[in-house]
């Protein structure tokens, strides 16, 4: 009963269903404001399954992989294992490993002149973003120089989940693995060779950019709440951002409060405001070969078909409570804005003890896409909260951000190996 409660706070573990005619019932909608998607889906995503029971049961679905499989797995595996021996994560972050350790708020000499400058000089302004520079001894928080380097990784594919311009372990994650992907070190820190690579990178394109809030922007659809009850959930048209902002944030991959941060004056209200967000790309590398959910990393790794890294995320991988499984899958399929199926019979939320169907939409218990595995109940997904990805447990299954979910959906072809490294 213990484990029935835990998974009926979260939507984690589910498993792609066929088309069901119980979508129907969304025209008992009482959400009057609130107006159909754009694009809807009639794909079914049903209701969690006791992973632990499942896993009791014997009932044990690990693919069959081929001999080449096992050796491509194997090598991937021990590039993940030597990149593990190499990272520091007691390193502050900002810091050259061969820096003394001075104080992060101490002033630094700017080679271009002779008179010493504050080390956080740089501004949370639209210039100040993007000619932030690295410098030693950065320290643990939340600077500009951050702030660009998370969208200098985002866009070398080694994304560090919700840009917020802070240090930490997300970061350090990321960081590692575009060192790991480009041939550097990976230790994890933010050396003046790994900033010099990503600003080479990233070449003449802008770090952050002003965008004008458009009029389709403020149209929606919005609902006014999520509530937490599946019966009212069921009840509306869609799951869909509660507010301007929280859209736009998960459009540019930054954290809701981040963009706040970055435009305290915005209204998020007017169509032709202008505002600061993250110049950030939407597409993956087209080869992914396979996939390895590390949880103790809590990250998901991308390989192509040479064994290269070439993508990596923040995953929520399981919990000790409801773990993730143990072995190598396949993915099965995608399913984009997929209808959620509930069904008392598995577990009672609340004091909903009849089935319901609840709506499509990136607040939705499974974000807006679902990427199946072969393991019943257990797949890749997106989420409604991308800033806490990494930072909580999940029930078994695979989370990540909407958009890193949707980027991997977009690219991943059903077939594609998917291991879980402990």
């Not at 969690?48 to 679905?61: C, E, K, V, Y």
């Not at 021990?78 to 001075?102: F, V």
């Not at 409801?322 to 019979?345: E, F, L």
Request: a positive charge; proline letters at 6%.
């Amino acid at each position: 009963m213990f484990v029935r409660s835990i998974l009926a706070l979260s939507l984690s573990t589910i498993l792609v269903g066929h088309s069901y005619a119980a979508h129907n019932t969304q025209q008992a909608n009482t959400d009057k404001s609130a107006k159909p998607t754009h694009n809807t889906s009639t794909t079914v995503v049903e209701d969690p399954i006791d992973p632990l029971a499942i896993d009791g049961q014997n009932n044990s679905t690990t693919t069959k992989i081929s001999a080449q499989e096992q050796s491509d797995l194997n090598k991937a595996s021990a590039t993940l294992q030597n990149l593990e021996k190499t990272e520091n994560l007691d390193a502050t972050i900002g810091q050259a490993p061969s820096a003394d350790k001075t104080p992060s708020s101490a002033p630094v000499t700017d080679s271009k002149t002779t008179s010493p400058k504050p080390a956080i000089k740089a501004s949370w302004t639209l210039d100040g973003l993007n000619n932030a520079e690295w410098y030693d001894n950065i320290g643990a928080g939340q600077f500009p120089v951050y702030a660009r380097a998370h969208v200098m990784l985002n866009n070398a594919h080694a994304s560090p989940g919700a840009i917020d311009g802070t240090s930490g372990m997300n970061t350090l994650k990321a960081i590692s693995s575009f060192q790991q992907m480009n041939g550097l070190k990976a230790t994890g820190q933010l050396t003046q060779e790994t900033w010099d690579e990503l600003v080479r990178l990233q070449g003449n394109k802008a770090a952050f950019v002003e965008y004008t809030i458009t009029a389709e922007d403020l149209k929606g659809p919005y609902a006014a709440s999520i509530p937490r009850d599946y019966a009212q959930q069921a009840k509306m048209k869609g799951l869909y951002y509660t507010r301007v902002s929280e859209m736009l944030g998960e459009k540019f991959h930054m954290d809701e409060n981040f963009l706040k941060k970055l435009n305290p004056n915005a209204t998020f209200k007017k169509a032709g405001e202008k505002i600061i967000v993250s110049n950030v790309r939407n597409d993956l590398p087209e080869d992914i070969h396979l996939i390895i959910a590390h949880k103790g990393a809590k990250q998901l790794y991308l390989f192509n078909q040479q064994n290269q890294m070439i993508a990596s995320f923040p995953a929520t991988i399981g919990s000790s409570a409801t773990p993730s499984p143990i072995g190598t899958y396949k993915v099965t399929g995608v399913a984009k804005n997929p209808w959620y199926s509930y069904s008392p019979s598995n577990f009672v939320q609340g004091n909903n003890t009849k089935p319901l169907s609840l709506p499509p939409g990136p607040n939705g218990p499974v974000g807006n896409i679902w990427i199946g595995l072969s393991k019943k109940s257990f797949g890749i997904h997106g989420t409604p909260n991308p800033s806490l990805i990494s930072k909580t447990a999940s029930h078994g299954c695979i989370r990540l951000t909407n958009w890193d979910a949707n980027d991997l959906g977009k690219k991943v072809k059903a077939g594609v190996t998917v291991k879980f490294l402990e």
